[in-house]
Structures are given as C-alpha cells and as structure tokens.
C-alpha cells in the first residue's frame, strides 16, 4: 500500500504557483520522496525528489518539512500543460526498488 | 536519444488468450520494471528484470511471466487473460548501479480483453 495521503483534486489559475501537499507520517530515515506526475494516456514522468533539503530544478520545487512528514511540490508558473495527475512517493534508497503509486492529485491548471 | 519505448500501443484479446507485450528500455539503461494501471488507479507494481533475471515481483498470479533479452529489452506475457487484465502496461527503464534510481516510463499499451 502507498505510504503517502494526497488530495484526489486541484484547481490552479495559469500563471500562478499549484502548491500540491502530501503527507507521509510514517517514513523512515532511509526514504526518499519521489513525485511523478501522469498527463492524460502518457506514462508516468519524473519530476523530482529528495531527502530532507528542499530541492529545486528546471520543472518544480519541493518542500519537505523538519519532521520529513509532509512535503509540498511547488510549480511556480503553472501552464495548460501541467494538467495531470501528480503522484507523491515514498521510497527506500537501498537499491532500485519498486515505484508504489497511490492515487495521486489530479491538478486542472485554468484558463 | 531514445527514451522507452513500447509495442504495441493498443491491443484488444479475448479472455483466455495469451498476450506478450515489449519494451525498449532508454540508451544507457540495464533494468525493466513493468507496471499495470487500471482505469482511475495508480499504476501497481508487477515486477522487475535485470541481468535477464526477474529480480523483485509484486502481487500478481504466475500467469504473468516475463522476459529479459541480452539487449535489455523486455517482454511481458499474460496467460489465460480475464476481463480484470485490461488495463494500461507500462514499462519502465532505469540504471541499476546508478543512484537515485530514476525510472523513465514508456507510453504503455492499451490491452482489452473482452
């Protein structure tokens, strides 16, 4: 099962920050989050992840609390085409192991 | 440079038929994970192959097999399909020795039984 909570849903005007929580209480000192997001009949497309720093680059940024409890992705200029399902993942970093997804937020960037 | 690929894109079979489906893994890249996604669900864990081996395998009856070529590509096999397969098989490709792992998904392939 995943070990993550996400909202089902968001809305975002375009041109404006999407912040998009996730909870992930339980994690453990080894786990990393991951986030993917999955535009409409496309596979799954990696975004970012991290530790326990905040992280940054080209496409978003994360926020990971103190506790490493929670964490919020960040698209700062939020377009038509971010429209999709963003997956907020917690995952070991001994060796590749396997993605598991939840449900994700589906995030509709408006007009 | 060529990400995943996968084939084919769509596929309709009948229930108790057998399917094999195919992945291209990304230039560089020696593991293939596949995945399956339901309609409104994430996509679930089947398993993962490296160095030809099936190396780690999620909750799925034996009726999935699977496949690793010497040139890291990957095939897929479901046997005795039931209406519960359809669903959207995806692959995906990353570097096993090279941390944080990273997996690059292919488009996948649409399969419906009916």
């Known amino acids: 099962d995943a070990k993550t909570t996400q909202p089902p849903s968001m809305d975002c005007a375009e041109g404006r920050a999407a912040n998009l929580p996730c909870n992930h209480s339980?994690?453990?000192?080894?786990?990393?989050v991951y986030w993917y997001r999955q535009i409409h009949s496309q596979g799954p497309q990696y975004i970012i992840h991290?530790?326990?720093n905040n992280e940054t680059n080209e496409m978003a940024s994360l926020i990971i609390t103190e506790d490493r409890k929670s964490s919020t992705l960040i698209l700062p200029h939020a377009t038509l085409r971010d429209t999709a399902v963003y997956y907020c993942i917690v995952r070991s970093n001994s060796g590749n192991t396997p993605l598991v997804f939840g449900k994700g937020t589906r995030l509709s960037v408006i007009a | 440079d060529a990400g995943v690929t996968q084939s084919p894109t769509h596929l309709i079979k009948t229930r108790g038929q057998q399917v094999t489906l195919r992945c291209s893994p990304k230039?560089?890249?020696?593991?293939v994970s596949w995945y399956q996604q339901a309609l409104g669900q994430g996509p679930q864990f089947i398993f993962q192959?490296?160095?030809?081996?099936?190396?780690q395998r999620g909750n799925f009856p034996d009726r999935f097999s699977g496949h690793q070529f010497p040139n890291y590509s990957s095939e897929l096999n479901v046997n005795a399909l039931l209406l519960g397969d359809s669903a959207l098989y995806l692959c995906?490709?990353?570097?096993?020795?090279?941390?944080?792992?990273?997996?690059?998904f292919g488009p996948g392939t649409r399969l419906t039984v009916t």
């Open positions: 995906a490709s990353s570097g096993r020795t090279n941390p944080p792992y990273e997996q690059y």
């Open positions: 230039s560089g890249h020696d593991t």
């Open positions: 991290g530790l326990k």
């Open positions: 339980t994690i453990s000192g080894n786990e990393y």
């Open positions: 192959y490296y160095e030809e081996e099936e190396r």
